[in-house]
């Protein structure tokens, strides 16, 4: 059962941001960002975003898409430079960067494959990672099912697109990122955790420790997350407020960030997935949501694109359980109820 008591004991700590119908927006922190170093939660404490790490980089990929630089309803091999999409026999794949987005690609990921690098260990090649060669994930990334036939959700299909923007923009992820969407939106406290960007960050002093199911320190506080577009965003709930406004704005024609065509082609179901739109979920009439789950957080984004109503709750524990019994889709739900 939840309630606000029993999930402020469940997390270290929790930070909520809601935006209501007039616009409005109310941010909620409890506890602690670092419970060892008595450092309490605060509205610009950064949490690991995680799996809402797919929003950002399918606004990324898009904004490509309206300037004319790719056709997502191409094969992604036309684009790819450095590295290939291959099925099982060995042949390129014909699989289009839409089906990547929606993931319908055909890839299906190593279990549990895309958890434990530490920040002392060495650094790890995306190009590795997608070929299977580390112990962070050991499955190489191909074309297991016909692309479109089945929907199997892939952190691995979102380090393709990453490798497509790195080959299109010839600059690191984060930088693209940055440039793409933070910069714009004036988001202090938002980005993809390279390790340049983890150490900045780290001094900066915002960043929340993470806890594992146990409740003991990850060690080294952050992890290493090589697959920066499916999983490394660091963000506030206050920060993803705006960028949901962002997209709410062109939704509704007046968005600076991306056009309207585009963000109702992302808000739009998949034909044969109708719970699938391009980087988001449906949730709803007219509302999108995204969630994250890692070894060092929780967190979820739902937002109406018609009203503008929003809501992101953010924790710096892995409950071992979703969200829908964690807590976090409590506080999702309840949030403006809670004094």
């Known amino acids: 059962m939840n309630d606000l008591e029993t999930i402020k004991k469940r997390f270290p700590g929790i930070s909520c941001a809601y935006r209501d119908i007039a616009g409005t927006v109310t941010t909620r922190c409890f506890g602690f960002a670092d419970k060892e170093a008595n450092v309490p939660v605060d509205e610009n404490t950064a949490f690991p975003a ?18 004319g630089h790719i056709d997502i309803d191409k094969p992604i091999n036309l684009y790819l430079r450095k590295w290939k999409f291959l099925t099982p026999s060995g042949n390129e794949s014909d699989a289009p960067m839409r089906s990547f987005l929606s993931h319908t690609s055909g890839i299906i990921d190593g279990e549990d494959g895309f958890y434990g690098l530490r920040r002392s260990d060495p650094p790890v090649s995306l190009l590795d990672v997608l070929d299977g060669k580390t112990s962070y994930n050991n499955r190489p990334a191909l074309e297991n099912n016909p692309y ?25 992820f984060e930088v693209i990122a940055y440039e793409s969407v933070f910069r714009p939106l004036s988001l ?11 150490s900045l960050y780290e001094q900066k002093n915002i960043m929340a420790t993470g806890y594992d199911e146990t409740g003991q320190v990850i060690p080294g506080k952050y992890p290493q997350m090589p697959d920066l577009a ?17 997209f709410t704005k062109a939704c509704n024609g007046d968005g600076a960030l991306i056009q309207a065509k585009t963000a109702m082609e992302m808000a739009t179901p998949s034909e044969r997935f109708p719970w ?35 809501a992101v709750v ?24 809670v004094e």
């Not at 995680?50 to 300037?67: G, L, R």
């Not at 980005?191 to 960007?197: D, G, H, I, K, P």
């Not at 499916?230 to 962002?246: F, H, M, N, R």
Request: with cysteine; charged share 20%.
């Open 188 to 198: 202090n406290n938002t980005f993809f955790a390279s390790l340049a960007n983890l």
């Open 276 to 310: 699938a739109g391009l980087g988001v979920f449906m949730d709803g009439e007219n509302k999108l949501s995204i969630s994250g789950w890692g070894e060092n957080g929780q967190s979820r984004l739902k937002f109406n694109y018609r009203t503008g109503e929003a």
């Open 50 to 67: 995680c799996s809402i790490s797919k929003f950002i980089t399918a606004i990324c990929v898009m904004k490509e898409y309206e300037q």
């Open 230 to 246: 499916a999983s490394g965003l660091w963000s506030t709930p206050k920060d993803l407020l705006v960028i949901a406004k962002e």
């Open 148 to 172: 479109g036939t089945e929907f199997e959700y892939s952190d691995a299909g979102f380090c393709v697109l990453q490798i497509l923007l790195e080959d299109l923009k010839q600059k690191p």
């Open 314 to 337: 953010m924790v710096n524990r892995n409950p071992g359980v979703e969200q829908s019994e964690s807590g976090v889709e409590w506080l999702i739900n309840n949030g403006l109820a």
